[in-house]
């Protein structure tokens, strides 16, 4: 389950302390590398 691997990161499960503006950059840096876990 995707959403259950992101959770693994901590970003979703969290709250999220840091700048908001990187919180999208960390969102799709971190979906990119899941799906590419998934592929292999």
Do not use: T
């Amino acid at each position: 389950h995707i959403n259950s691997q992101l959770k693994r990161f901590r970003i979703l499960s969290e709250r999220y302390r840091n700048r908001r503006k990187r919180f999208g950059l960390r969102i799709n840096l971190i979906a990119a590398l899941v799906n590419r876990m998934n592929l292999q």
